[in-house]
């Protein structure tokens, strides 16, 4: 680790205080509008702070669109999960007013804490029992008009493989309400910041990919494990396409 790299996270991550602090007071305004639309003025405020702080750290946020979310459909988007800064990407990535899932465990995080219950579904995902009741929670969510966001994998992948055992929950909300599902590919997050240590963040450029949405009518006899292999397939061929960088090359043999 060279002193750049450390004096350039130490800017990064003071940065990203001030701006959490900045953010707060407005944040604080947003709750007595209720969790729909005060959430959603949230979601329009993390964008353009998340937005700033990507631009004052050097890391370009670039768009491919294999194809083009409809603004008045519903989603459940689904992305790979490598790094922290994947926060960060899929607020920027996601233009939709949407609810994502996330580690309970960071309810415990001073201010930050505080604004993740009101704009998060939590979830513990070693407890059957909560993960159930985030599964409804998210039903919920959408029967109010709202996407939603999963990171499928559950937590960082830290192997070589393009993805990590999905688990089942988005697949399953897919089958039970019928929303498709689209899928999105954060192909640089590792090389921005590696998920082993805080002081790997770097500039660069950050790559979402929109892959084409999987409808659950278009899969008719698919149950929701099918339909999380069909899904899975498709995300883990396309990153092989993209060359991306975490991934052995004894994967790509497979293309």
């Known amino acids: 680790m060279t002193p750049f790299q450390i004096i350039y996270c130490l800017y990064a991550y003071a940065l990203f205080i001030v701006i959490i602090l900045v953010l707060f007071p407005c944040v604080i305004l947003c709750f007595p509008f209720g969790r729909i639309k005060g959430g959603n003025i949230m979601y329009r405020l993390f964008r353009i702070f998340g937005g700033w702080w990507f631009k004052l750290i050097g890391i370009r946020q670039e768009f491919i669109y294999e194809s083009t979310p409809s603004p008045d459909q519903q989603y459940i988007f689904i992305a790979n999960h490598i790094a922290y800064v994947d926060a960060v990407i899929v607020i920027l990535s996601v233009r939709h007013f949407f609810r ?69 929950g988005a697949f399953k909300l ?48 698919a149950d ?32």
């Open 100 to 168: 994502p899932i996330g580690k309970a465990e960071l309810l415990k995080v001073p201010i930050f804490g505080f604004i993740y219950k009101f704009c998060v579904v939590t979830v513990n995902r070693s407890n059957a029992e909560d993960r159930a009741r985030s599964l409804d929670d998210l039903r919920k969510v959408l029967a109010k008009g709202i996407s939603v966001v999963v990171f499928p994998e559950g937590t960082f992948n830290m192997g070589d493989a393009p993805l990590k055992e999905l688990y089942d």
């Open 174 to 221: 897919a089958v039970e309400t019928g929303k498709p599902i689209q899928p999105i590919l954060f192909l640089d997050a590792f090389d921005r910041m590696h998920y082993r240590h805080f002081f790997t963040l770097t500039p660069g450029k950050s790559r979402s990919v929109y892959l084409d949405p999987i409808q659950p009518s278009d899969y008719p006899h």
């Open 224 to 255: 929701f494990k099918e339909l999380k292999r069909i899904v899975g397939e498709k995300m883990s061929q396309k990153l092989l396409e993209y060359n991306a960088s975490w991934i052995s090359t004894k994967y790509f043999k497979t293309i």
